[in-house]
């Protein structure tokens, strides 16, 4: 069964202070990595997609990194309107309907 | 602007009541997905289209319903024998397998 962790539960940021979410996971063959922003009561966005080991993709203040076990989600000099709840996805080669398995997310506040 | 529009945005519902989502995209795609998310917790598949006329049942299925008579449309509906289902509903689509799945805004359901 495909798996999901995502640590910390939550992270209290000053501005301008980096820091790194990380998502584990287990999974059958993994087919994607999906990196997820969400601001209360609204949906997921989406932010970025890894496939391989080793590949990184960035977005302003945002940079996913993916390994064979895990993925970052490292923000630099974050600010106020970083705050989120940050997901994180996999998709597997085998999963019916190209569901996605979903951790349960990391609670991000940045301080003014 | 291409999107997904779910309606309505809260909705409340009655012991032994019947009560339908309604999610709607005009992005094209053709899989479309029903999650259910509740405090804390990862979002759960509940169920899938990949096609006009058919879709299976995810993890959590029990006492939903679903139809898909149009591309654009995937309603939802949750039925008297979900015994828990106040929750955040989340409704997804993607035009292919390992692309990312889109969300709309969700609807946010409450028991009276």
């Known amino acids: 069964e495909d798996q999901v962790t995502q640590s910390p539960e939550a992270l209290r940021l000053q501005e301008g202070e980096s820091s790194s979410l990380n998502c584990s996971y287990t999974v059958s063959g993994l087919r994607g990595l999906f990196w997820y922003r969400q601001d209360p009561g609204k949906g997921p966005e989406f932010l970025f997609t890894l496939y391989s080991a080793g590949e990184e993709k960035e977005k302003e203040r945002l940079k996913a990194t993916l390994t064979k076990k895990e993925s970052f989600l490292h923000i630099t000099a974050p600010k106020p309107e970083d705050s989120a709840t940050y997901l994180c996805?996999?998709?597997?080669?085998?999963?019916?309907?190209?569901?996605?398995?979903f951790g349960g997310g990391t609670r991000v506040l940045v301080k003014p | 602007d291409g999107g997904i529009t779910q309606s309505p945005k809260y909705l409340f519902r009655k012991e032994g009541q019947n009560v339908t989502l309604s999610c709607e995209q005009n992005?094209?795609?053709?899989?479309m997905y029903w999650y259910r998310q509740d405090p804390g917790q990862g979002l759960r598949l509940i169920y899938y289209s990949q096609i006009v006329n058919d879709f299976q049942k995810g993890d959590i299925a029990e006492g939903y319903s679903v139809s898909r008579e149009k591309k654009e449309s995937f309603p939802l509906t949750v039925t008297s024998a979900q015994k828990n289902p106040t929750a955040f509903y989340l409704c997804?689509?993607?035009?292919?397998?390992?692309?990312?799945?889109?969300f709309g805004d969700g609807t946010r359901l409450s028991i009276l």
């Open positions: 997804a689509s993607s035009i292919k397998e390992n692309q990312p799945q889109h």
């Open positions: 996805a996999v998709q597997a080669f085998e999963a019916a309907g190209n569901k996605l398995t």
């Open positions: 992005l094209n795609h053709d899989a």
